[in-house]
């Protein structure tokens, strides 16, 4: 039975988190759980917030802390609010929420908003197990749209490998070419040995067998898209997820910030079976991203 991820809805979002204070005190609780100790008297101690300042002190020896600092919203002018409303609106999208409509919303200026989504991402990147079992991979060519020749090898475009695992996770990592010399460590990093590995015809993937995988392919150009348990489906689908968000919300990516985007779309993959609601788990990651 499929775990059913509990929805946390925007009105949900405003009851906890009516301003700033709310926020704050979450953020306190968060990064102590067990109460705050006090490095100047080397224990736990009350403390008091200060009166509109978002620094905490000692009730026994006045020290002050910043709830704030080694956080993503260290030295920010921006109210900690509009930090969760941003939060709040990557989590809750299937293809992506774009800084220019945080602006509109929220009041911040454009800059300030990418600034707050390029943070925000970087908090996205994770680690996983190894796959196993049976794993798609393929690659993708993203960028806009141009005239000449489409798929592989189209000028201006940058090229992404992915590796999923069917039911499971996924990875995806920007990469200078498709060559074998490119790709087979990514397949050697990520997926164990003995796995079955799915791709296309490329013939990238045709020493896939002698590293220790057992590969089946399906020939696309042939017209075979799916031969038994052999197909790309998994990976395809992510692909299209992936391009129509970027091209429909944020319309054109750098080469240079692609990961952090392509990062985003993954950590929503991933996680899209958690029974904690997308936003509680994005917001958790502030304690263990510094």
Not at 107 to 115: D, E, F, L, N, Q
Request: overall charge positive; hydrophobic content about 35%.
């Amino acid at each position: 039975m499929k775990n059913k991820q509990a929805k946390f809805t925007k009105a949900t979002f405003d009851k906890r988190f009516p301003d700033n204070d709310a926020c704050l005190d979450w953020l306190v609780n968060h990064l102590n759980p067990n109460g705050i100790e006090c490095p100047v008297c080397k224990k736990i101690t009350k403390f008091a917030k200060l009166h509109k300042r978002p620094v905490y002190a000692c009730d026994v020896c006045r020290h002050q802390i910043s709830p704030l600092a080694n956080t993503i919203f260290h030295k920010s002018p921006t109210p900690l609010k509009v930090w969760f409303e941003a939060i709040f609106e990557i989590a809750n999208t299937r293809t992506g929420y774009s800084a220019k409509a945080l602006q509109r919303k929220t009041g911040v200026t454009y800059k300030t908003a990418w600034r707050m989504f390029k943070q925000i991402r970087a908090m996205l990147d994770e680690n996983h197990d190894l796959f196993t079992d049976k794993v798609e991979v393929d690659e993708t060519y993203v960028g806009g749209k141009r005239t000449g020749k489409r798929g592989r090898g189209a000028e201006g475009k940058t090229a992404v490998v992915g590796i999923v695992q069917r039911q499971g996770k996924i990875t995806t990592t920007v990469v200078a070419n498709t060559k074998r010399s490119t790709v087979m460590p990514l397949i050697t990093k990520n997926v164990a040995r003995k796995s079955v590995i799915y791709t296309d015809e490329y013939p990238t993937y045709d020493i896939v067998d002698r590293l220790g995988y057992h590969h089946e392919t399906v020939n696309h150009g042939a017209g075979q898209y799916v031969i038994g348990d052999a197909h790309t489906n998994t990976i395809e689908g992510f692909w299209s997820l992936t391009k129509r968000g970027i091209s429909g919300v944020y319309h054109a990516v750098s080469p240079k910030y692609l990961q952090s985007y392509l990062n985003e779309y993954e950590f929503r993959y991933n996680h899209r079976k958690d029974e904690q609601p997308m936003f509680e788990t994005v917001l958790n990651r502030i304690s263990f991203f510094f």
